[in-house]
């Protein structure tokens, strides 16, 4: 059972288009982190938000921490094919990982 | 400098046999983790090692599967009876302490037939 719910499952984008990702929590984490895996992969950290209403921008993503810090979304801005991949939320409680099931992206040139 | 590394990549077996998956952290990294991720789903936790021992295993779905982790540095995720519910990608993941930034490795994806 996940804690965290992505929306959407799978996102389909023209490359040059914006797309947002959304990360639902039914449970209050210390900190909640950004991943972008890839096939074959695993999970590599984008960013991690710790404080409610917190927005950390990072190139031509936006992230941003709800001000109950529940949820977050995950905003790309001109999206190239290289932003392709899955993305996935994850709550963190000290070592714990709580993982969301994902959101596969995909940008076609 | 290497990341983490699993082998073997992928593994086939038959449903009932014993499986190994091995994890080797980066160097000085005290804290392991391996994780299970089946098919359309995120990680699910299984286990947290600090150094030797294991000090979070409430993700181990059940008593067939167990790890060690005997020098502090390299772990072995060992499955026993397989079944064909355990297809997965099972993911290593390392950091220096507890509560750092984890860095994962590939995963081996094991297809029990």
């Known amino acids: 059972t996940q804690l965290l719910e992505q929306s959407p499952q799978f996102l389909s984008i023209q490359e040059g288009e914006n797309l947002t990702v959304y990360c639902n929590s039914s449970s209050v984490f210390s900190s909640l982190q950004w991943y972008r895996q890839e096939p074959g992969e695993g999970p590599v950290l984008l960013v991690t938000?710790?404080?409610?209403?917190e927005v950390k921008k990072l190139k031509r993503l936006t992230f941003q921490f709800g001000d109950a810090r529940k949820d977050s979304s995950l905003h790309i801005t001109a999206a190239q094919p290289g932003d392709t991949g899955l993305y996935l939320c994850a709550g963190a409680n000290d070592y714990k990982l709580s993982f969301g099931a994902g959101t596969t992206v995909t940008v076609r040139a | 400098g290497a990341g983490v590394s699993q082998t073997p990549s992928n593994k086939v077996t038959e449903k009932g046999k014993y499986v190994e998956l091995r994890c080797d952290p980066i160097s000085g990294h005290t804290a392991l983790y391996w994780y299970r991720q089946s098919l359309g789903q995120g990680p699910e936790f299984l286990i947290y090692?600090?150094?030797?021992?294991?000090?979070?295993d409430s993700g181990l779905p059940n008593d067939r599967f167990f790890a060690v982790r005997p020098e502090g540095s390299v772990s072995t995720l060992k499955i026993q009876r397989t079944e064909r519910g355990d297809s997965a990608v099972y993911l290593c993941?390392?950091?220096?302490?507890?509560?750092?930034?984890?860095?994962f490795g590939p995963g081996t994806r094991l297809t029990v037939l």
């Open positions: 993941a390392s950091s220096l302490r507890g509560d750092n930034e984890q860095f």
């Open positions: 938000v710790v404080t409610g209403g």
């Open positions: 090692f600090q150094g030797t021992g294991a000090a979070d």
